[in-house]
Protein backbone atom coordinates (compact mmCIF):
# COMPACT_ATOMS: atom_id res chain seq x y z
CA UNK A 1 0.00 0.00 0.00
CA UNK A 2 2.83 2.25 0.93
CA UNK A 3 4.56 1.55 -2.62
CA UNK A 4 0.88 2.34 -4.20
CA UNK A 5 0.99 6.15 -1.97
CA UNK A 6 4.43 6.55 -2.98
CA UNK A 7 3.66 5.51 -7.12
CA UNK A 8 0.41 8.35 -6.72
CA UNK A 9 2.39 10.99 -4.94
CA UNK A 10 5.49 10.83 -7.45
CA UNK A 11 3.04 11.09 -10.11
CA UNK A 12 1.11 14.26 -8.89
CA UNK A 13 4.65 15.90 -8.52
CA UNK A 14 5.87 14.92 -11.77
CA UNK A 15 8.32 12.32 -11.31
CA UNK A 16 6.40 8.99 -11.83
CA UNK A 17 7.00 6.51 -14.58
CA UNK A 18 6.02 8.13 -17.90
CA UNK A 19 3.84 5.75 -18.55
CA UNK A 20 1.36 7.07 -15.35
CA UNK A 21 1.52 10.31 -16.62
CA UNK A 22 -2.33 10.32 -17.52
CA UNK A 23 -5.05 11.69 -15.10
CA UNK A 24 -6.81 8.34 -15.98
CA UNK A 25 -4.03 6.41 -14.42
CA UNK A 26 -3.76 8.19 -11.86
CA UNK A 27 -7.24 8.42 -10.99
CA UNK A 28 -6.93 4.33 -11.14
CA UNK A 29 -4.07 4.27 -8.71
CA UNK A 30 -6.23 6.70 -5.86
CA UNK A 31 -9.13 4.78 -6.67
CA UNK A 32 -7.49 1.78 -5.97
CA UNK A 33 -6.36 3.51 -2.64
CA UNK A 34 -9.32 4.69 -1.19
CA UNK A 35 -11.31 1.06 -2.26
CA UNK A 36 -8.32 -0.41 -0.49
CA UNK A 37 -8.98 1.29 2.75
CA UNK A 38 -13.01 1.51 2.49
CA UNK A 39 -12.17 -2.23 2.32
CA UNK A 40 -10.74 -2.70 6.20
CA UNK A 41 -12.34 -3.17 8.82
CA UNK A 42 -11.52 -2.30 12.79
CA UNK A 43 -7.68 -2.97 13.78
CA UNK A 44 -7.14 -3.31 10.23
CA UNK A 45 -7.76 -0.24 9.33
CA UNK A 46 -6.91 1.70 12.45
CA UNK A 47 -3.30 0.09 11.77
CA UNK A 48 -3.01 0.93 8.44
CA UNK A 49 -4.46 5.13 9.00
CA UNK A 50 -1.21 4.94 11.91
CA UNK A 51 0.98 4.84 8.85
CA UNK A 52 -0.74 6.51 6.16
CA UNK A 53 -3.11 9.42 7.49
CA UNK A 54 0.44 11.58 8.00
CA UNK A 55 1.70 10.58 4.10
CA UNK A 56 -1.79 11.72 2.53
CA UNK A 57 -2.20 14.97 4.16
CA UNK A 58 1.63 16.47 4.00
CA UNK A 59 3.09 14.40 0.78
CA UNK A 60 -0.01 12.92 -1.38
CA UNK A 61 -2.63 15.86 -1.61
CA UNK A 62 0.05 18.86 -1.64
CA UNK A 63 2.07 17.21 -4.33
CA UNK A 64 -1.54 16.76 -5.92
CA UNK A 65 -2.61 20.63 -5.43
CA UNK A 66 0.90 21.58 -6.88
CA UNK A 67 0.17 19.15 -10.06
CA UNK A 68 -3.52 20.68 -10.66
CA UNK A 69 -1.74 24.45 -10.48
CA UNK A 70 0.57 23.58 -12.62
CA UNK A 71 -1.92 22.13 -14.99
CA UNK A 72 -4.70 24.79 -15.14
CA UNK A 73 -1.81 27.43 -15.20
CA UNK A 74 -0.59 25.32 -18.64
CA UNK A 75 -4.53 25.45 -20.24
CA UNK A 76 -5.12 29.06 -21.56
CA UNK A 77 -7.58 31.19 -20.26
CA UNK A 78 -7.99 29.63 -16.95
CA UNK A 79 -8.03 30.15 -13.56
CA UNK A 80 -6.33 28.37 -10.82
CA UNK A 81 -9.71 27.51 -9.25
CA UNK A 82 -10.70 23.82 -8.42
CA UNK A 83 -12.68 23.15 -11.26
CA UNK A 84 -16.86 23.12 -9.99
CA UNK A 85 -19.56 20.93 -11.42
CA UNK A 86 -19.59 17.37 -12.69
CA UNK A 87 -16.25 15.54 -11.90
CA UNK A 88 -13.32 16.04 -14.79
CA UNK A 89 -10.50 13.48 -14.89
CA UNK A 90 -8.78 16.36 -12.53
CA UNK A 91 -11.57 16.01 -10.15
CA UNK A 92 -11.82 12.43 -10.02
CA UNK A 93 -8.43 12.11 -8.61
CA UNK A 94 -9.09 14.81 -6.10
CA UNK A 95 -12.37 12.91 -5.53
CA UNK A 96 -10.01 9.60 -4.50
CA UNK A 97 -7.71 11.65 -2.30
CA UNK A 98 -10.48 12.88 -0.26
CA UNK A 99 -12.43 9.60 -0.14
CA UNK A 100 -9.00 8.16 1.24
CA UNK A 101 -8.45 11.18 3.56
CA UNK A 102 -12.09 11.17 5.15
CA UNK A 103 -11.66 7.32 5.54
CA UNK A 104 -8.53 7.48 7.68
CA UNK A 105 -9.50 11.08 9.34
CA UNK A 106 -12.62 8.52 11.05
CA UNK A 107 -10.27 6.14 12.70
CA UNK A 108 -9.21 6.67 16.79
CA UNK A 109 -5.67 7.00 15.37
CA UNK A 110 -6.48 10.42 13.72
CA UNK A 111 -6.40 13.06 16.15
CA UNK A 112 -3.04 11.93 17.03
CA UNK A 113 -1.27 11.87 13.68
CA UNK A 114 -3.08 14.97 12.66
CA UNK A 115 -1.51 16.78 15.53
CA UNK A 116 2.10 15.07 14.89
CA UNK A 117 1.67 16.01 10.93
CA UNK A 118 0.22 19.78 11.79
CA UNK A 119 3.59 20.33 14.39
CA UNK A 120 5.87 18.64 11.78
CA UNK A 121 3.96 19.87 8.74
CA UNK A 122 2.49 23.47 9.82
CA UNK A 123 1.10 24.73 5.94
CA UNK A 124 0.71 21.33 4.31
CA UNK A 125 -1.49 20.14 6.50
CA UNK A 126 -3.89 23.22 7.06
CA UNK A 127 -3.49 23.77 3.03
CA UNK A 128 -4.35 19.90 2.47
CA UNK A 129 -7.38 20.02 4.87
CA UNK A 130 -8.15 23.33 3.61
CA UNK A 131 -8.78 21.70 -0.23
CA UNK A 132 -10.60 18.34 0.50
CA UNK A 133 -12.79 20.95 2.50
CA UNK A 134 -13.54 23.40 0.01
CA UNK A 135 -13.70 20.55 -2.81
CA UNK A 136 -16.65 18.26 -0.61
CA UNK A 137 -18.11 21.97 -0.27
CA UNK A 138 -18.49 22.62 -4.00
CA UNK A 139 -19.15 18.95 -5.33
CA UNK A 140 -21.45 18.14 -1.97
CA UNK A 141 -24.86 17.73 -3.93
CA UNK A 142 -23.11 15.03 -5.86
CA UNK A 143 -20.94 13.56 -2.93
CA UNK A 144 -22.70 10.48 -0.93
CA UNK A 145 -22.22 11.54 2.44
CA UNK A 146 -21.36 14.50 2.18
CA UNK A 147 -22.42 16.45 5.25
CA UNK A 148 -20.49 13.56 7.32
CA UNK A 149 -17.57 14.18 5.33
CA UNK A 150 -17.77 17.86 6.15
CA UNK A 151 -18.13 17.17 9.70
CA UNK A 152 -15.11 15.02 9.90
CA UNK A 153 -13.02 17.46 7.97
CA UNK A 154 -14.25 20.62 10.19
CA UNK A 155 -13.06 17.92 13.34
CA UNK A 156 -10.28 17.52 11.89
CA UNK A 157 -9.08 21.22 11.62
CA UNK A 158 -10.11 21.55 14.61
CA UNK A 159 -8.21 19.44 16.17
CA UNK A 160 -5.18 20.59 14.58
CA UNK A 161 -5.77 24.09 15.06
CA UNK A 162 -5.85 23.34 18.82
CA UNK A 163 -2.28 21.74 18.89
CA UNK A 164 -1.09 25.27 18.95
CA UNK A 165 2.80 24.83 18.23
CA UNK A 166 5.42 27.15 19.23
CA UNK A 167 6.22 28.58 15.44
CA UNK A 168 2.59 29.71 15.76
CA UNK A 169 2.39 30.54 19.28
CA UNK A 170 5.25 32.61 19.42
CA UNK A 171 5.13 34.82 15.92
CA UNK A 172 3.18 37.38 16.98
CA UNK A 173 2.09 39.43 20.16
CA UNK A 174 -1.06 38.46 22.47
CA UNK A 175 -2.72 41.66 21.58
CA UNK A 176 -5.88 41.78 19.84
CA UNK A 177 -4.32 44.25 16.87
CA UNK A 178 -2.90 44.55 13.58
CA UNK A 179 -0.28 42.14 13.95
CA UNK A 180 -0.65 38.53 13.03
CA UNK A 181 1.62 35.40 13.32
CA UNK A 182 4.13 33.90 9.51
CA UNK A 183 2.38 31.96 6.90
CA UNK A 184 1.14 29.52 9.12
CA UNK A 185 -1.10 31.43 11.10
CA UNK A 186 -2.55 32.99 8.06
CA UNK A 187 -2.71 29.29 6.52
CA UNK A 188 -4.48 28.17 9.66
CA UNK A 189 -6.97 31.36 9.82
CA UNK A 190 -7.89 30.66 6.19
CA UNK A 191 -8.78 26.87 6.93
CA UNK A 192 -10.49 28.02 9.93
CA UNK A 193 -12.64 30.70 7.77
CA UNK A 194 -13.63 27.81 5.27
CA UNK A 195 -14.53 25.67 8.44
CA UNK A 196 -17.53 28.55 9.23
CA UNK A 197 -18.44 28.41 5.22
CA UNK A 198 -19.43 24.85 6.06
CA UNK A 199 -20.97 25.97 8.73
CA UNK A 200 -22.78 28.26 6.66
CA UNK A 201 -24.16 26.86 3.88
CA UNK A 202 -27.39 26.75 3.24
CA UNK A 203 -28.12 28.87 6.27
CA UNK A 204 -30.47 31.14 4.76
CA UNK A 205 -32.84 27.96 2.96
CA UNK A 206 -35.81 27.29 4.96
CA UNK A 207 -39.14 25.44 4.62
CA UNK A 208 -41.14 28.51 5.18
CA UNK A 209 -43.90 29.13 2.34
CA UNK A 210 -44.63 25.62 2.14
CA UNK A 211 -48.90 25.51 1.79
CA UNK A 212 -48.64 21.77 3.05
CA UNK A 213 -48.63 20.66 6.41
CA UNK A 214 -47.90 17.14 4.62
CA UNK A 215 -45.04 18.93 2.90
CA UNK A 216 -43.74 20.78 5.62
CA UNK A 217 -42.70 18.09 8.22
CA UNK A 218 -40.47 16.47 6.18
CA UNK A 219 -38.59 19.51 5.15
CA UNK A 220 -38.86 21.44 9.14
CA UNK A 221 -37.42 17.93 9.89
CA UNK A 222 -34.22 17.94 7.23
CA UNK A 223 -33.80 22.26 7.77
CA UNK A 224 -33.44 21.43 11.05
CA UNK A 225 -31.37 18.73 11.52
CA UNK A 226 -28.92 20.53 9.56
CA UNK A 227 -29.61 23.68 11.46
CA UNK A 228 -28.49 21.82 14.69
CA UNK A 229 -25.51 20.28 12.51
CA UNK A 230 -24.05 23.53 11.73
CA UNK A 231 -24.54 25.05 14.75
CA UNK A 232 -22.36 22.56 16.10
CA UNK A 233 -19.68 23.10 13.64
CA UNK A 234 -19.73 26.88 14.43
CA UNK A 235 -19.39 26.29 18.20
CA UNK A 236 -16.26 23.64 17.35
CA UNK A 237 -14.69 26.37 15.49
CA UNK A 238 -15.70 29.05 18.13
CA UNK A 239 -13.85 26.54 20.79
CA UNK A 240 -10.29 26.15 17.66
CA UNK A 241 -10.02 29.60 17.60
CA UNK A 242 -9.16 30.99 20.66
CA UNK A 243 -5.64 29.18 19.89
CA UNK A 244 -4.81 32.13 17.03
CA UNK A 245 -3.39 35.35 18.28
CA UNK A 246 -3.73 39.15 16.84
CA UNK A 247 -6.89 40.40 14.88
CA UNK A 248 -7.62 36.59 13.05
CA UNK A 249 -8.82 35.40 16.78
CA UNK A 250 -11.49 38.49 16.24
CA UNK A 251 -12.39 38.09 13.08
CA UNK A 252 -13.27 34.44 13.59
CA UNK A 253 -14.97 35.06 16.73
CA UNK A 254 -17.29 37.93 14.91
CA UNK A 255 -17.61 35.42 11.97
CA UNK A 256 -18.84 32.71 14.54
CA UNK A 257 -20.94 35.34 16.28
CA UNK A 258 -22.96 36.27 13.13
CA UNK A 259 -23.41 32.94 11.79
CA UNK A 260 -24.95 31.13 15.39
CA UNK A 261 -27.41 34.74 15.24
CA UNK A 262 -28.22 33.56 11.41
CA UNK A 263 -28.86 30.06 12.33
CA UNK A 264 -31.23 31.24 15.44
CA UNK A 265 -33.04 33.58 12.89
CA UNK A 266 -33.92 30.45 10.27
CA UNK A 267 -34.91 28.08 13.44
CA UNK A 268 -37.27 31.05 14.41
CA UNK A 269 -38.81 31.34 10.91
CA UNK A 270 -39.26 27.30 11.25
CA UNK A 271 -41.02 27.35 14.15
CA UNK A 272 -43.13 30.59 12.99
CA UNK A 273 -44.21 28.40 10.22
CA UNK A 274 -45.06 25.53 11.67
CA UNK A 275 -47.03 27.37 14.26
CA UNK A 276 -48.94 29.11 10.95
CA UNK A 277 -49.54 25.16 10.21
CA UNK A 278 -50.83 23.61 13.08
CA UNK A 279 -54.16 24.37 12.65
CA UNK A 280 -54.07 23.73 9.00
CA UNK A 281 -54.30 19.79 8.76
CA UNK A 282 -57.17 17.40 9.31
CA UNK A 283 -55.02 14.77 9.42
CA UNK A 284 -53.99 13.67 12.95
CA UNK A 285 -50.61 12.54 11.41
CA UNK A 286 -49.88 15.79 10.29
CA UNK A 287 -51.06 18.06 12.90
CA UNK A 288 -48.81 15.25 15.66
CA UNK A 289 -45.42 15.98 13.53
CA UNK A 290 -45.68 19.48 13.13
CA UNK A 291 -46.08 19.49 16.68
CA UNK A 292 -42.73 17.91 17.19
CA UNK A 293 -41.30 19.89 14.22
CA UNK A 294 -42.41 22.93 17.18
CA UNK A 295 -40.70 21.27 19.83
CA UNK A 296 -37.22 20.59 18.09
CA UNK A 297 -37.28 24.29 17.10
CA UNK A 298 -37.98 25.25 20.89
CA UNK A 299 -35.00 23.31 21.94
CA UNK A 300 -33.21 23.90 19.65
CA UNK A 301 -33.41 27.99 20.01
CA UNK A 302 -32.90 27.52 23.40
CA UNK A 303 -29.53 25.53 22.59
CA UNK A 304 -28.55 28.58 20.02
CA UNK A 305 -28.88 31.15 22.76
CA UNK A 306 -26.48 29.51 24.93
CA UNK A 307 -23.95 29.07 22.18
CA UNK A 308 -25.04 33.29 21.15
CA UNK A 309 -24.08 33.81 24.76
CA UNK A 310 -20.65 32.09 24.46
CA UNK A 311 -19.73 34.01 21.56
CA UNK A 312 -20.95 37.17 22.50
CA UNK A 313 -18.97 37.08 25.36
CA UNK A 314 -15.72 36.00 23.73
CA UNK A 315 -16.38 39.13 21.52
CA UNK A 316 -16.99 41.48 24.15
CA UNK A 317 -14.01 40.36 26.06
CA UNK A 318 -11.62 40.99 22.96
CA UNK A 319 -12.85 44.01 22.13
CA UNK A 320 -12.34 45.17 25.98
CA UNK A 321 -9.03 44.19 25.36
CA UNK A 322 -6.57 47.18 26.88
CA UNK A 323 -4.01 47.03 23.84
CA UNK A 324 -6.86 46.44 21.07
CA UNK A 325 -6.44 47.93 18.28
CA UNK A 326 -8.20 49.16 14.85
CA UNK A 327 -6.42 50.17 11.61
CA UNK A 328 -6.39 53.31 10.68
CA UNK A 329 -6.42 56.86 12.20
CA UNK A 330 -6.26 56.01 16.38
CA UNK A 331 -9.11 58.69 17.28
CA UNK A 332 -11.14 57.36 14.66
CA UNK A 333 -10.53 54.03 15.51
CA UNK A 334 -10.83 54.66 19.11
CA UNK A 335 -14.57 55.72 18.44
CA UNK A 336 -15.58 52.93 16.73
CA UNK A 337 -14.01 50.41 19.34
CA UNK A 338 -15.90 52.24 22.08
CA UNK A 339 -18.79 52.12 20.05
CA UNK A 340 -18.66 47.90 19.36
CA UNK A 341 -17.83 47.65 23.20
CA UNK A 342 -21.35 49.89 24.05
CA UNK A 343 -22.80 47.73 21.56
CA UNK A 344 -21.57 44.39 23.24
CA UNK A 345 -22.48 45.60 26.60
CA UNK A 346 -26.28 46.48 25.42
CA UNK A 347 -26.75 43.34 23.56
CA UNK A 348 -25.90 40.87 26.38
CA UNK A 349 -28.20 42.34 28.64
CA UNK A 350 -30.66 42.04 25.94
CA UNK A 351 -29.65 38.34 25.67
CA UNK A 352 -29.44 37.71 29.28
CA UNK A 353 -33.24 37.43 30.06
CA UNK A 354 -33.36 34.47 28.21
CA UNK A 355 -30.61 32.50 29.68
CA UNK A 356 -30.69 32.71 33.35
CA UNK A 357 -33.03 34.05 36.54
CA UNK A 358 -32.51 37.96 37.21
CA UNK A 359 -30.15 38.64 40.19
CA UNK A 360 -31.83 38.64 43.31
CA UNK A 361 -30.50 42.79 43.73
CA UNK A 362 -33.82 44.83 42.98
CA UNK A 363 -36.53 45.90 44.93
CA UNK A 364 -39.22 42.86 46.01
CA UNK A 365 -41.49 44.71 43.17
CA UNK A 366 -39.31 46.00 40.93
CA UNK A 367 -37.60 42.08 41.38
CA UNK A 368 -41.10 40.73 40.40
CA UNK A 369 -41.66 42.60 37.58
CA UNK A 370 -38.18 41.40 35.89
CA UNK A 371 -39.48 37.81 37.06
CA UNK A 372 -42.59 38.17 34.76
CA UNK A 373 -40.77 39.73 32.24
CA UNK A 374 -38.21 37.11 32.07
CA UNK A 375 -40.36 33.97 32.66
CA UNK A 376 -42.45 35.32 29.59
CA UNK A 377 -39.27 35.42 27.67
CA UNK A 378 -38.58 31.97 28.63
CA UNK A 379 -41.48 30.17 27.52
CA UNK A 380 -41.30 31.93 24.21
CA UNK A 381 -37.88 30.10 23.69
CA UNK A 382 -36.05 33.08 21.82
CA UNK A 383 -39.08 33.38 19.85
CA UNK A 384 -41.58 36.36 18.67
CA UNK A 385 -40.79 39.81 17.58
CA UNK A 386 -38.55 40.43 19.98
CA UNK A 387 -36.42 37.36 19.87
CA UNK A 388 -36.05 38.38 15.81
CA UNK A 389 -34.92 41.77 16.52
CA UNK A 390 -32.31 40.76 18.59
CA UNK A 391 -31.00 37.94 16.47
CA UNK A 392 -30.85 40.47 13.67
CA UNK A 393 -28.91 42.85 15.85
CA UNK A 394 -26.61 40.21 16.97
CA UNK A 395 -25.75 39.44 13.27
CA UNK A 396 -25.30 43.00 12.22
CA UNK A 397 -22.98 43.30 15.20
CA UNK A 398 -20.72 40.27 13.83
CA UNK A 399 -20.63 41.79 10.88
CA UNK A 400 -19.54 44.94 12.01
CA UNK A 401 -16.74 43.92 14.20
CA UNK A 402 -14.92 42.03 10.86
CA UNK A 403 -15.79 45.11 8.74
CA UNK A 404 -14.03 46.87 11.60
CA UNK A 405 -10.57 44.88 11.12
CA UNK A 406 -10.00 44.52 7.35
CA UNK A 407 -6.75 41.51 6.43
CA UNK A 408 -6.13 40.68 3.03
CA UNK A 409 -6.39 37.09 4.19
CA UNK A 410 -9.93 36.34 3.24
CA UNK A 411 -13.09 38.13 1.53
CA UNK A 412 -13.99 40.81 4.48
CA UNK A 413 -17.24 40.31 3.65
CA UNK A 414 -18.56 38.40 6.36
CA UNK A 415 -21.34 37.50 4.38
CA UNK A 416 -18.89 35.97 1.96
CA UNK A 417 -20.24 32.15 1.18
CA UNK A 418 -17.95 31.67 -1.49
CA UNK A 419 -15.59 27.98 -1.29
CA UNK A 420 -14.01 28.45 -5.23
CA UNK A 421 -10.54 27.97 -5.12
CA UNK A 422 -8.39 25.39 -3.07
CA UNK A 423 -8.21 28.17 -0.37
CA UNK A 424 -9.21 31.30 1.78
CA UNK A 425 -6.05 32.81 0.89
CA UNK A 426 -6.00 31.94 -3.29
CA UNK A 427 -9.93 33.45 -3.44
CA UNK A 428 -8.45 36.78 -2.79
CA UNK A 429 -4.72 36.62 -4.56
CA UNK A 430 -5.57 38.35 -7.58
CA UNK A 431 -4.49 41.87 -7.97
CA UNK A 432 -7.66 43.14 -8.73
CA UNK A 433 -9.28 41.95 -5.48
CA UNK A 434 -7.67 44.26 -3.42
CA UNK A 435 -9.57 47.67 -2.44
CA UNK A 436 -8.19 50.51 -4.29
CA UNK A 437 -9.12 52.92 -1.25
CA UNK A 438 -7.45 51.23 1.75
CA UNK A 439 -5.18 49.18 -0.18
CA UNK A 440 -5.95 46.68 2.97
CA UNK A 441 -8.98 45.24 2.47
CA UNK A 442 -9.66 42.22 -0.38
CA UNK A 443 -12.89 41.03 -1.59
CA UNK A 444 -13.76 37.68 -3.92
CA UNK A 445 -15.64 39.50 -6.20
CA UNK A 446 -17.56 43.04 -6.85
CA UNK A 447 -20.59 41.92 -5.60
CA UNK A 448 -19.05 41.26 -2.29
CA UNK A 449 -17.43 44.36 -2.02
CA UNK A 450 -20.23 46.42 -2.76
CA UNK A 451 -22.41 44.65 -0.61
CA UNK A 452 -18.94 45.24 2.21
CA UNK A 453 -19.12 48.97 1.22
CA UNK A 454 -22.41 49.41 1.91
CA UNK A 455 -22.46 47.89 5.24
CA UNK A 456 -19.81 49.88 7.67
CA UNK A 457 -16.49 49.25 4.88
CA UNK A 458 -16.74 53.20 3.91
CA UNK A 459 -16.28 54.79 6.82
CA UNK A 460 -13.01 52.09 7.44
CA UNK A 461 -11.73 52.13 4.32
CA UNK A 462 -11.74 56.53 4.83
CA UNK A 463 -9.99 55.91 8.03
CA UNK A 464 -7.23 53.25 6.90
CA UNK A 465 -6.70 55.58 3.56
CA UNK A 466 -6.71 58.86 5.63
CA UNK A 467 -3.71 57.42 8.03
CA UNK A 468 -1.90 56.04 4.73
CA UNK A 469 -1.72 58.98 2.93
CA UNK A 470 -0.51 60.82 5.89
CA UNK A 471 2.26 58.44 6.14
CA UNK A 472 3.09 58.30 2.18
CA UNK A 473 3.36 62.52 2.38
CA UNK A 474 5.22 62.51 5.61
Same mark, same amino acid.
Given at each position: ?7 ? =????? +? #? ?34 ? =? ?20 ? @? ?7 ? &???? =? ?5 ? !?? /? ?53 ? /? ?24 ? &???? =?????? %? ?5 ? &? ?6 ? @? ?25 ? +? ?26 ? !?????? +? ?16 ? !? ?20 ? %? ?87 ? $? ?42 ? #???? $? ?31 ? @???
Amino acid at each position: MLTILQEA =VLVSA +G #CGDPWFQHYQDLAGILDALEGFLVNLKGSAREAVAA =VLLQPVLTQLLPAWLEALKAAV @QAAAGSSNA &VTQG =VPTEHDM !CL /LYITGALHVLLGTGAAAAQLQEAYLSHQQQASRSLEAALRFTLQAQHVLPCSADR /LCTLVRAACTIASSKPESISSSSSSS &VGPA =VGGPAA %KQLFSLL &VTCLKAAG @QDANNSSGGSSSASRFDVAIFLTLAGA +GTRQQLCIQVLQACKHMEGSLQLLLQGR !CLSQLA +GLAMLMQREWATAAELQG !CSSEKASAVAVKGCMTIASQQL %KDVVAALKVALGVCSASLAAADLQLPGDAAAAAKAIAHLQQQGVALQEQLQPYLSPTKQNAQPQQQQQQQQQQQQLQQQAFQGQQAEQL $AQALLQFGHAICLQLPVPYWCCNPACSDVQECSELALVSSKGSR #CSGC $ATARFCSKSCQQQSWKGQHAPVCKRIATTRKGQ @QQG
